[in-house]
């Protein structure tokens, strides 16, 4: 009979598998950190006059959607001054149910305002509740799709008797502009 042989097996050494591991991580991270690099955005930073508001970061939750309603609301404005040869009076919006001008729990809690047609061009909403929603006046003309919107914060406003740009900007009021631009979701404010 022979000799049983013992064969002594020495672990392998993990020292290579580890540096191996480790240098594919930090070549996945530094493909990652170019890619991050190549793709970033630079941060355009649109202004506004100082007679302007801009409709996403000068507005309260109310204005905001008072504005839209007033933008939505345009198209029908304009449907029915086709049929009818004359703008809609605020009551008859009103009994249409279109927003703003219906008197509905929406509107009240958006500062009830008291809309009123002036000079057959423009609707005027005064504020019950300035501290909720400023007052608005939105200007039209025959061919405008876009909405001349105007904001006015002051207590105890009276509808303007000029409408000229000039007029309001010295009566307080600032124009509402809209903006879009690649920044509209990633607005970050702390």
Not at 32 to 42: C, F, Y
Request: hydrophobic share 45%; aromatic share 6%.
């Amino acid at each position: 009979m022979s000799m049983p042989t013992t064969h002594v097996v020495r672990p392998a050494g993990a020292g290579h598998e580890t540096l191996y591991v480790l240098l594919l991580c930090l070549m996945i991270l530094a493909v990652a950190g170019s890619v991050v690099a190549w793709r970033h955005e630079s941060r355009e930073t649109s202004s506004v006059n100082s007679h302007q508001l801009d409709a996403r970061r000068d507005l309260s939750a109310a204005e905001q959607g008072l504005y839209a309603d007033l933008r939505v609301t345009l198209d029908e404005i304009h449907l029915l001054r086709q049929e009818q040869q004359t703008l809609p009076t605020p009551e008859a919006l009103a009994d249409e149910g279109f927003a703003p001008f219906a008197q509905d729990a929406s509107s009240i809690s958006r500062g009830a305002h008291a809309w009123q047609l002036l000079d057959a061009m423009a609707y005027f909403g005064q504020s019950q509740a300035p501290s909720v929603a400023g007052s608005f006046l939105m200007r039209l003309t025959a061919d405008d799709h876009a909405p001349d919107v105007w904001l006015n914060r002051a207590a105890g406003l009276k509808a303007p008797a000029d409408l000229t740009d000039a007029a309001l900007e010295s009566a307080g009021w600032q124009q509402i502009v809209a903006q879009f631009d690649a920044g509209v979701t990633r607005q970050h404010r702390h």
